[in-house]
């Protein structure tokens, strides 16, 4: 069972930049696609990038040239620069395979809030 540890979130003011950073256990980690999702309050959890394990990526429209997303297979982590962050960009930020696995899957995640 992967299992996935997100960090790197905060709060930043609008035009701002994170990068967060997730921690995948089990040793079988470069055999999956990637995504990383996000979650706010009272909206359903949605895809916003994904990496393959070619390494092709795909973002949602509203993050396209803002985001970027990575992996590193040696160190089982995948990463999401975040740039010119927006205050709709608020919300709980989580990485899990694409699709994800199981429901019990998922990270404590983490949260960026954006806002003056």
């Known amino acids: 069972q992967v299992q996935f540890v997100e960090s790197g979130g905060g709060l930043v003011q609008p035009g701002g930049s994170l990068r967060l950073s997730c921690a995948a256990s089990g040793s079988i980690f470069y055999i999956y696609h990637m995504g990383w999702y996000r979650q706010a309050p009272g909206q359903e959890r949605e895809l916003v990038a994904r990496?393959?394990?070619?390494?092709?990526?795909y973002y949602k429209d509203s993050v396209k040239g803002r985001f970027t997303m990575s992996r590193d297979n040696a160190k089982n982590a995948v990463y999401l620069q975040l740039n010119s962050l927006r205050p709709e960009d608020t919300a709980a930020y989580y990485c899990?395979?694409?699709?994800?696995?199981?429901?019990?899957?998922w990270g404590q995640g983490t949260q960026v809030t954006v806002s003056s």
């Open positions: 990496v393959t394990v070619g390494g092709n990526t």
């Open positions: 899990n395979t694409s699709p994800p696995l199981g429901v019990d899957s």
